[in-house]
């Protein structure tokens, strides 16, 4: 079986959420590009989106993990880059939803959010669900022929 990788990077506000993912992908067989931080010093989430979105397009990731305090900036400063579809869902189902009709290339939660479902748990949620196509296949597209307008 091929190698599944994925790009995880976080603000200071999910150093910890951060820790619990990578653990969690590993077990699961995943190779993890972990872009930190790693400490509790302030960084700034748009820098951390950057960061991961240009590492993922370098190629081979199946998806991304962005993480901050409430997983929003994150999420909206990577849905400003070209081709990036970041989710930011609270339970399992829109977890679920989001691969099998919005085919999210990304996934965002928050280290200070109190999920009613563990977040692995959402999480595995989103990675065991298969994109359906289909009319969902020609929303996406006009989802993102709305870049740059
Ligand atoms: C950082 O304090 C905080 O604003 C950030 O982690 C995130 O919640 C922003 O959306």
Redesign the pocket.
């Known amino acids: 079986m091929s190698e599944r990788k994925v790009v995880l990077a976080n603000?200071?506000?999910?150093v910890e959420l951060a820790a619990e993912v990578m653990k969690h992908l590993e077990a699961r067989g995943f190779t993890v590009t972990y872009l930190g931080t790693d400490k509790a010093e302030?960084v700034d989430?748009p820098d951390k989106a950057e960061e991961a979105v240009i590492e993922y397009r370098k190629g081979g990731y199946e998806f991304g993990v962005l993480l901050?305090?409430?997983?929003?900036?994150?999420s909206i400063s990577a849905n400003k880059m070209k081709g990036i579809r970041c989710a930011l869902p609270q339970t399992k189902y829109a977890a679920e939803k989001t691969k099998q009709h919005n085919n999210a290339n990304f996934i965002a939660f928050?280290?200070?959010i109190d999920y009613p479902e563990p977040v692995t748990d959402i999480l595995d949620a989103y990675i065991d669900a298969q994109f359906e196509g289909g009319r969902h296949g020609r929303r996406v597209e006009k989802m993102m022929a709305l870049e740059g307008k």
């Open positions: 603000d200071h506000g999910a302030s989430y901050c305090g409430t997983g929003i900036g994150i928050g280290g200070r």
